[in-house]
């Protein structure tokens, strides 16, 4: 077993240098948006100060999370057609 100074539940992760991953901490083997060492600095600091907005593109408007999903798409069944 690999030893290392970091807290309980934290696990040293590989990234390509000078990039820093940002992921979800529910979904710990889930996707990550991964920024360059001071575009991250800038987005957490921007997540910090509630800066960011969801936004649908193009239509010049802001809401949250349920304003982009009530203009998302319906979801289309899967399966064979009838």
Same mark, same amino acid.
């Given at each position: 077993? =690999?030893?290392?100074?970091?807290?309980p539940r934290v696990r040293p992760g590989r990234r390509?240098?000078?990039?820093?991953? =940002? &992921?979800?901490?529910?979904?710990?083997?889930?996707?990550?948006?991964?920024?360059?060492?001071?575009? $991250?600095?800038?987005?957490?600091?921007?997540?910090?100060? $509630?800066?960011?907005?969801?936004? =649908?593109?193009?239509?010049?408007?802001?809401?949250?999370?349920?304003?982009?999903?009530? &203009?998302? &798409? #319906?979801?289309?069944?899967?399966?064979?057609? #009838?």
């Amino acid at each position: 077993m =690999v030893r290392h100074p970091l807290p309980p539940r934290v696990r040293p992760g590989r990234r390509p240098p000078r990039r820093v991953p =940002v &992921r979800d901490s529910k979904e710990s083997h889930g996707p990550a948006l991964v920024f360059t060492a001071d575009r $991250g600095s800038a987005f957490i600091a921007a997540v910090k100060d $509630g800066d960011l907005r969801a936004r =649908v593109p193009g239509d010049g408007q802001s809401g949250g999370a349920a304003a982009v999903r009530a &203009r998302a &798409r #319906p979801h289309r069944a899967c399966g064979p057609r #009838p």
